[in-house]
């Protein structure tokens, strides 16, 4: 396959600049503990209530923080020490799961206990998101933006498959709160990197934000996505992907528990056959030659999802739910990553975090509507009506995002 050429050189490789290689071993081990208790959380979820309904409210619940900060922390990200705010974050950070781990141990916990506390995590996530993708603008030439942008996609990813793995062997052999402590210690790395040892030379004036600063801001962005419609559509297309393809996945623990018959450890697994198949998307982003239309390449991973989940929806078989896990996996790493290329290529460097924390909010601050609607409807019409639902509005809406709205063009 021609285009899947090994293109990663010495002289291009992001790897060898030390501030850039502290904050990706540091953004693994915090996203590899996140997945660990991402996991742990909803089976808990789903074992405190047995109900669609529930999980669809915790994860709604758990990621509405980002439906509301996301924008606001765009202007903080355009405008203070970008990494002394992640230090912060990353510091905080570690509260939320150490008593989420000490209530579960103590059996305390209750739904809502959990969802409160995946709340306040959401606060923090909603600043730290965008803020990393940013920040990568500042610790790598530009020349290099491309390439470090991809590893940080490949190492999310990469935890996205650790994580739920070990979940896996923690909920068999050992316990469920053993995730969330996990979890607490996997921030600290983190933190301490980001306080000692990445340096960075640019200065940020610390300044007060007003009503008119973040009027003027709203203002600013809405002036240029007026202008750039392509722009416009990509993050519209980014939110359709999220609430009618990756917010589906709410309903795995439902799939596992009553169509298999299967348990925790089994989900566990089936998250990390996700996790695979994005690894392996990310790399086929990384390790080719460079996406010559962006757009089309952006409709086609819209097909692969879509029948990935088809063939979820239909075929009632164990060894086959692995193998469309998988496509979906594959199909999350060649949409979202590209998108997020797409945008930052073409966006000045003054409106970049807010753009992007624009892409935030359609990656992952609409996905609790779409995890709130499918686990209501699955609870009122089944699983399988409710994805069939999905597919087609998935198909139906970036076909008109993508494929009729404007014709594709070289960026």
């Given at each position: 396959m021609k285009n899947l050429k090994l293109s990663l050189s010495l002289e291009d490789n992001p790897l060898k600049i030390k501030n850039f290689k502290f904050f990706i071993i540091g953004h693994f081990i915090s996203f590899t503990g996140s997945w660990v208790q991402s996991t742990a959380q909803i089976w808990l979820v789903y074992e405190l209530t047995w109900s669609a309904l529930y999980l669809g409210i915790f994860n709604f619940l758990s990621s509405f923080p980002t439906i509301i900060l996301t924008f606001i922390s765009g202007v903080l990200i355009d405008l203070f020490d970008r990494r002394k705010m992640l230090s912060i974050i990353a510091f905080f950070s570690i509260f939320p799961p150490l008593i989420l781990g000490i209530l579960?141990?103590?059996?305390?916990?209750?739904?809502?206990?959990?969802?409160?506390?995946?709340?306040?995590?959401?606060?923090?996530?909603?600043?730290?998101?965008?803020?990393?993708?940013?920040f990568i603008s500042e610790i790598v030439p530009m020349r290099f933006l491309t390439k470090a942008l991809s590893f940080q996609a490949l190492s999310f990813h990469t935890a996205r498959m650790l994580g739920p793995f070990f979940a896996g062997v923690i909920i068999s052999y050992g316990t469920l709160y053993q995730c969330f402590y996990i979890n607490a210690l996997s921030f600290i790395p983190f933190f301490i990197f980001l306080t000692f040892f990445i340096k960075t030379q640019k200065q940020v004036e610390i300044k007060k934000i007003g009503r008119e600063e973040i009027k003027r801001s709203y203002k600013e962005v809405y002036n240029f996505l007026k202008k750039e419609k392509?722009?416009?559509?990509?993050?519209?297309?980014?939110?359709?992907?999220?609430?009618?393809?990756?917010?589906?996945?709410?309903?795995?623990?439902?799939?596992?528990?009553?169509?298999?018959?299967?348990?925790?450890?089994?989900?566990?697994?089936?998250?990390?056959?996700?996790?695979?198949?994005?690894?392996?998307?990310?790399?086929?982003?990384?390790?080719?030659?460079?996406?010559?239309?962006?757009?089309?390449?952006?409709?086609?991973?819209?097909?692969?999802?879509?029948?990935?989940?088809?063939?979820?929806?239909?075929?009632?078989?164990?060894?086959?739910?692995?193998?469309?896990?998988?496509?979906?996996?594959?199909?999350?790493?060649?949409?979202?990553?590209?998108?997020?290329?797409?945008?930052?290529?073409?966006?000045?460097?003054?409106?970049?975090?807010?753009?992007?924390?624009?892409?935030?909010?359609?990656?992952?601050?609409?996905?609790?509507?779409?995890?709130?609607?499918?686990?209501?409807?699955?609870?009122?019409?089944?699983?399988?009506?409710?994805?069939?639902?999905?597919?087609?509005?998935?198909?139906?809406?970036?076909?008109?995002?993508?494929?009729?709205?404007?014709?594709?063009?070289?960026?």
């Open positions: 579960t141990q103590f059996k305390l916990i209750t739904f809502w206990q959990v969802t409160f506390l995946a709340f306040l995590s959401g606060c923090f996530s909603a600043i730290d998101t965008p803020l990393r993708q940013v392509k722009i416009l559509n990509v993050i519209f297309s980014v939110a359709n992907f999220t609430v009618f393809g990756a917010a589906a996945m709410i309903l795995l623990p439902i799939i596992v528990h009553k169509i298999y018959g299967k348990g925790g450890k089994e989900f566990a697994f089936l998250s990390s056959v996700l996790g695979l198949g994005a690894i392996f998307g990310a790399s086929s982003v990384i390790f080719r030659k460079p996406i010559s239309d962006q757009i089309k390449h952006l409709f086609k991973t819209t097909i692969i999802l879509s029948l990935g989940l088809l063939g979820l929806n239909l075929i009632k078989n164990w060894y086959f739910t692995l193998i469309f896990c998988f496509i979906i996996g594959f199909s999350f790493t060649n949409f979202f990553p590209v998108a997020n290329s797409y945008l930052q290529e073409n966006t000045p460097d003054h409106l970049r975090g807010r753009i992007i924390s624009l892409f935030t909010l359609a990656f992952l601050g609409i996905h609790p509507v779409g995890s709130f609607i499918a686990g209501f409807l699955a609870n009122k019409i089944g699983v399988h009506a409710t994805l069939s639902l999905y597919i087609t509005l998935l198909l139906f809406l970036n076909t008109f995002l993508l494929g009729f709205k404007f014709k594709p063009s070289k960026p």
